[in-house]
């Protein structure tokens, strides 16, 4: 195709005398006639065609040479001739990082400054936390670089204020990879699904809980022992706390929230709930009433008196086992968004690792390639137009399910009973399998839909009990 001028405008090659004239091409067809009838002369001011743009090199400065980094760097050596070329590398204890698989000209160094005052056109930051990868970022931006981060914590904190910054110096952040790793949720969710009005987004986004849990569905392992196993299998971090109390999942989901839902909310207002209260039984338990456990983090957007409230958690819970959500096993994630006019959209692939992270890096330095001929202000950015929603409440009124573990007694039924009746709450069924000891008995209520935060004043009595071996697990029983 030739390529097209500001207006539209095709180039074409002069037509012989006698031949039919060809179609319109789409972009020539969207042209008034008056502007496809624009001088020669004046086309020569107009922006670098897509052509031009493939033909540009990204200078890329990249810090950060963990597991992600090395996949990064690996990506950007397979073609040396590309539009990508990495010139510089940037970690601690340097020395022992170097690899010989790294072109030559790469220059390593432990010294943040030798990329920030480089000619580099993109920095790459893949140490993650909010210092000092925040200040690089914003000196990055100010010193006239584009960036791209998978630092979902940064992102969830400051994405709106980076985002303007960018506009500000006229250069592009993009961040991918910092939610779900390979699956491209972000840009489906903010380009691809820009004309509908969405309303919730659900899912699992954290691969380390749900390789753990999924162990102990299919194996019957302790916590204990689905952690190690993903530990020594580089699922799980050597200190696991991010992903094992919800954090992780609630940074990405803060991202989403305001991707998707256009709606502003910090990580403080969400709660999370860890999922090592989860044990192999509770999986038994799951079972008997056609269901199984996953983390699931979940947005709500709904329309209230006052305004716009959001619903918001990250926490382990029931799902039906023929859900979508379900069938997410081992390190996968699954993004699921619902939208006005589209429905359900689901997203689904591997969101942890090195390799899938990194491809979701490379895409993004595509996609500063591909808009370095759009003026940043011109793009539509997570900055523009956020809400403030006038609530943010981690409370849903939706069935629920208690595990108690209990020196048996007679009475011990009708005593939790007598509570739940007191605060309105019904119970839908009672299970408890045989062969386990009575001075330390599992069984399990499920509960008819009701309030979390009316259940919460429930339990609180129930929990001052005298018959409890174990603290009381509450699960909300999702529709999936």
Sequence with gaps: ???????????????????????????????????????????????????A??????????????????????????????????????????????????PDRVRWTENIEDLLSSDSDVLVELVGGLQPAGDWIRRALRAGKSVVTANKLLIAESGPELLKLARETGQH????ASVAGGIPAIVAIQEGLAGDRLSKIEG???????????????????????????????????????????????AKLVILTQAGLRLQVRCDQIPCAPISTVEAVD?????????????????????????????????????????????????????????EFVGQIVLSGYGAGGDPTAVAVMSDLHAILRRSTVPAERQVSLGAALQIPHTVSGEFTVPHYLRFVVRDRPGIVAEVASILSKYHIGIDALLQRPGYPRSALPFTMTLESCSSEVLAHALAEVGRLDFHVEPLLCLPILQG
Excluded at 56 to 81: C, E, H, I, M
Excluded at 173 to 176: K, L, P, Q, S
Excluded at 210 to 218: K, R
């Design 283 to 339: 999986f038994i338990y799951a079972r008997e009433i056609d269901c199984t456990i996953r983390q699931i983090s979940l947005a709500q957007k709904e329309s209230g008196a006052g305004g716009v409230n959001l619903f918001a958690a990250v926490r382990p819970a029931l799902i039906p086992a023929q859900s979508l959500l379900a069938h997410v096993q081992g390190s996968q994630n699954m993004v699921i968004a619902t939208g």
């Design 53 to 102: 743009a493939s033909r540009k090199r990204l200078k890329v400065a990249l810090v950060g040479f963990g597991t992600v980094g090395r996949s990064v760097a690996k990506l950007l050596s397979l073609d040396p001739n590309g539009p990508l070329l990495l010139t510089h590398i940037c970690n601690r204890n340097i020395e022992k990082k170097r690899v010989d698989w790294v």
């Design 1 to 51: 195709m030739a390529p097209s001028s500001r207006s539209g405008k095709q180039v074409k090659p002069a037509m012989k005398k006698g031949a039919s004239a060809a179609p319109p091409s789409p972009g020539e067809a969207l042209t008034s006639p008056a502007a496809r009838r624009v001088a020669p002369k004046q086309r020569t001011n107009s922006i670098a065609t897509p052509a």
């Design 173 to 176: 952040i993009e961040f991918g």
């Design 204 to 250: 699992i986004l954290n691969g380390t809980c749900n390789f753990i849990l999924t162990q102990m569905e299919a194996n019957g392992a302790s916590f204990a022992e689905a952690l190690k196993e993903a530990q020594e299998r580089g699922f799980a971090e050597a200190n696991p706390r991010d992903d094992i109390e919800g954090f992780d999942a609630r």
